[in-house]
T-cell receptor
Framework: KQEVTQIPAALSVPEGENLVLNCSFT??????LQWFRQDPGKGLTSLLL?????REQTSGRLNASLDKSSGRSTLYIAASQPGDSATYLC???????????FGPGTRLSVLP | DTAVSQTPKYLVTQMGNDKSIKCEQN?????MYWYKQDSKKFLKIMFS???????INETVPNRFSPKSPDKAHLNLHINSLELGDSAVYFC??????????????FGSGTRLTVV
């Protein structure tokens, strides 16, 4: 059964810092992977999708990569801003499954 | 124009009642899902429908019954509500059952509180 961990569980940084969030799957056979953002009391906003043929995706200050050999993904946030404060969730679909399995999330606080 | 919309946004009800949550997507996606986010914020799949057919039914009490009248709608009916059913329920959709094209799109959630 696919399980997902995210490190760190929580992170607090001053504005302007570059930071890395980590996501790891027990089964490295990941078909595709998606990073989401969840604001308190809100739904999930899709940030980046890495499809089966891809290893990396970029959108603005965000960059996500996936190492299929190890089943690990990183989300890089450049020049962090207070508006980036939220919980970041990774979710992956393994080659045998039919639904995304979510990690527990990293709660990010960017201090002004 | 909301891509995946759920109603109601908040639902407070007494134990033992029966309630429904509705979900509609206007993305033309073939697959829809219900996820439950518990108090510890873990998101877990409950059901998945592809073109109105049930393809995933995780270990969920049979008090929960999904209904898909067409591929744009997936409703969740809950019988005999219990305190432990309190959670946020998210509806989602994807182009196909693997989320190959565009991944998953989520609704804003329904916060269910059973008192």
């Amino acid at each position: 059964k696919q399980e997902v961990t995210q490190i760190p569980a929580a992170l607090s940084v001053p504005e302007g810092e570059n930071l890395v969030l980590n996501c790891s799957f027990t089964d490295s056979a990941i078909y595709n992977l998606q990073w989401f953002r969840q604001d308190p009391g809100k739904g999930l906003t899709s940030l980046l999708l890495i499809q089966s043929s891809q290893r990396e995706q970029t959108s603005g200050r965000l960059n996500a990569s996936l190492d299929k050999s190890s089943g690990r993904s990183t989300l890089y946030i450049a020049a962090s801003q207070p508006g980036d404060s939220a919980t970041y969730l990774c979710a992956g679909l393994d080659n045998y499954g039919q639904n995304f399995v979510f990690g527990p999330g990293t709660r990010l606080s960017v201090l002004p | 124009d909301t891509a995946v919309s759920q109603t109601p946004k908040y639902l407070v009800t007494q134990m033992g009642n029966d309630k429904s949550i509705k979900c509609e997507q206007n993305l033309g996606h073939d697959t829809m899902y219900w996820y439950k986010q518990d108090s510890k914020k873990f998101l877990k799949i409950m059901f998945s429908y592809n073109n109105k057919e049930l393809i995933i039914n995780e270990t969920v009490p049979n008090r929960f019954s999904p209904k898909s009248p067409d591929k744009a709608h997936l409703n969740l009916h809950i019988n005999s509500l219990e305190l432990g059913d309190s959670a946020v329920y998210f509806c989602a959709s994807s182009q196909d059952f693997r989320g190959t094209e565009g991944g998953y799109t989520f609704g804003s959630g329904t916060r269910l509180t059973v008192v």
